[in-house]
C-alpha cells in the first residue's frame, strides 16, 4: 500500500483543573523495573449548548511518569489550574468490581483496552481560591503570602522550597497531595536502582500492618490521617510525618494573653 506506514498522534488540554491525584511508587514487575507515576484526575469544562448552553463537564485521567511524577504529586493542589501536553497510549487493564478483580468462568482475569494520556509537557496555572483560603485559615499560608516584601512573603517562598525537597516515604499514606497507592500482586518486587532522592521502601507486609494498626488505633496515631476528604477539591488528609505540616491543616493555636505592661504579638 503507498504512503507512509508510520502514524502521528499528540494531544494538548489547556484549562484543566485537578480533581485529585493518586502517586504509585517505583518498584519492578517480574523483573523489569517501573518508574514512579503520578495520576491526575482532572476537571475538563467544555463549551458547547449542553445543559442550556452552559456546556459540559468531563472527567479525564491523565499521568505524569518518574520526576515529573513526584512533582505533580508535590504540587498539584486540589483545583490547582494546568495546561498540558500528552502522548496517547492504549494498553490491557483488568476490570474490577467492588475493588475485586472480575474472572472468566475458568478463572482467568477479564481484560479490556483502555485509552491514557502521558504528559510529555506541563504549565502549571492558578491555584484554587478555596484551597488558598484553606491554607490561609488553617496556619500553613500566611496571609500575606503574594505580597512582594512583606514577612509572609518570603515565609511562603521557604515553604515551598521545603516542599520541594520532600521525598516518599512508603510508609505514609499521602505524598504530597496525592493518595499513595503500594503496587501488589505477583512479581511486584523492588526497584534494581533506588530512584535520587526517594527513601528505602519498607515491606509491603509491614507497610500494611501499620496502616491496619493505625486505622485500629487512632489515638496511638494521628487520627486524622483517615479522614474521609468531604469533598473533591477538599484539602489533603493531614500525615504525622516531617513536612506534613507543609501540606495538612493543623490545629490554630490560641492566642497568648500579653503580660501586663507589654504589648500583644504583633503579626501572629
Request: glycine share 10%; with cysteine.
Amino acid at each position: 500500500m503507498p504512503g507512509s506506514a508510520r502514524s502521528l498522534q499528540n494531544s494538548f488540554f489547556g484549562g484543566l483543573r485537578v480533581a485529585s491525584t493518586t502517586y504509585f511508587p517505583a518498584h519492578s514487575k517480574n523483573g523489569v523495573n517501573v518508574s514512579q507515576r503520578c495520576t491526575i484526575n482532572a476537571f475538563m469544562n467544555i463549551a458547547s449548548r449542553a445543559n442550556n448552553g452552559e456546556g459540559r463537564n468531563d472527567v479525564i485521567q491523565l499521568t505524569a511518569w518518574g520526576k515529573l511524577g513526584d512533582v505533580c504529586a508535590k504540587s498539584m493542589s486540589p483545583g490547582k489550574e494546568f495546561h498540558c501536553g500528552a502522548k496517547l497510549k492504549t494498553y490491557e487493564a483488568r476490570v474490577f468490581h467492588n475493588d475485586q478483580p472480575i474472572t472468566a468462568p475458568d478463572g482467568t482475569l477479564i481484560m479490556v483496552r483502555k485509552v491514557g494520556f502521558s504528559i510529555t509537557e506541563l504549565i502549571f496555572g492558578e491555584e484554587s481560591a478555596k484551597h488558598i483560603a484553606n491554607e490561609i485559615q488553617s496556619g500553613i499560608r500566611p496571609a500575606d503570602w503574594n505580597m512582594a516584601g512583606s514577612p509572609g512573603y518570603g515565609a511562603w517562598r521557604e515553604t515551598l522550597k521545603r516542599r520541594n525537597t520532600l521525598v516518599f516515604d512508603a510508609t505514609l499514606p499521602v505524598f504530597g497531595y496525592a493518595k499513595v497507592i503500594l503496587p501488589q500482586g505477583p512479581g511486584i518486587g523492588a526497584y534494581a536502582v533506588q530512584p535520587v532522592g526517594m527513601t528505602a521502601a519498607a515491606p509491603a507486609a509491614a507497610v500494611e500492618a501499620a496502616v491496619v494498626n493505625a486505622a485500629l488505633n487512632p489515638a496511638a496515631v494521628n487520627a486524622s490521617l483517615f479522614q474521609p476528604a468531604a469533598a473533591v477539591v477538599a484539602p489533603v488528609a493531614p500525615v504525622a510525618a516531617p513536612g506534613a505540616a507543609l501540606f495538612a491543616p493543623v490545629a490554630p493555636v490560641a492566642p497568648v494573653a500579653p503580660q501586663a505592661g507589654f504589648a500583644g504579638p504583633v503579626g501572629v
